[in-house]
């Protein structure tokens, strides 16, 4: 069996990405079981920092690895908090304080002008010099709610409404927001184009 490392420090997309996985003869492996600290995101766009944090992942483990770089896109917000998303409310990356922070910026805001998308850009890099990394890309469209719903996912998912169902991607069971999101939308690409 391959293994990769996941370069995420984030435990909803570890959940994610082994759910989605499970089925692949390849072994995919959290950074944190090979103590990779977090790097510092400082590239301008999703594909950038999600090569940053597979380079990073690669060069400390020696083993492949996957990155995933996502965010939410607020049309009212022209597209912020977009990169910036986990780092929205303050540097440490707080779920809560995120989610309130865009319920205030959209506070009084009309229902028609809510809409907003999540974007994930996937990086497999086969070592730390892969000079052709795989580069995939998904998005998914949704609504901005006024309260949160739901307790399933992570991140923005009790504020994001889809219409079609009735309910936040909180609320959405978890093969559903699988099949449908960003992430799932990503890797399904990635798995097309995978050569390890
Ligand atoms: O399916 C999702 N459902 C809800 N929220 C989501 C989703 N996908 C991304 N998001 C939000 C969470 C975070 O605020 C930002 C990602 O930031 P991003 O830097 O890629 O991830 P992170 O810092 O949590 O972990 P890491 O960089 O170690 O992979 O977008
Ligand atoms: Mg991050």
């Known amino acids: ?19 989605i996985l499970s089925a692949h003869n390849f072994e995919i492996v959290p950074q944190s079981d090979f103590n990779v600290p977090e790097v510092a995101e400082t590239g301008t766009t999703f594909v950038e920092n999600a090569i940053i944090k597979a380079r990073h992942a690669a060069k400390i483990t020696g083993l492949p690895a996957i990155a995933d770089d996502s965010g939410l896109e607020v049309d009212f917000l022209k597209g912020a908090p977009g990169i910036y998303s986990s780092r929205y ?61 739901g307790e399933h996912g992570f ?4 504020l994001f409404w889809l219409s079609d169902h009735d309910m936040t991607s909180a609320q959405l069971p978890r093969e559903l927001k699988n099949q449908l999101s960003h992430r799932g939308k990503a890797l399904a690409k990635l798995l097309e184009n995978f050569t390890v």
Not at 127 to 139: A, F, K, R, V, Y
Not at 155 to 158: C, E, I
Request: proline share 4%.
């Open 89 to 149: 409310a303050g540097e440490n990356g707080n779920d809560k304080a995120n989610n309130a922070k865009l319920l205030a910026a959209l506070d009084g805001v009309e229902a028609s002008k809510r809409t907003a998308r999540f974007q994930c850009v996937i990086v497999f890099m086969r070592h730390e010099d892969d000079p052709t990394p795989i580069i995939c890309q998904g998005s998914w469209e949704g609504e901005i709610t006024t309260e949160k719903h």
């Open 155 to 158: 991140g923005y998912d009790p």
């Open 1 to 19: 069996m391959n293994k990769i490392v996941l370069a995420t420090g984030n435990k909803g997309k570890v959940k994610e990405f082994s759910e």
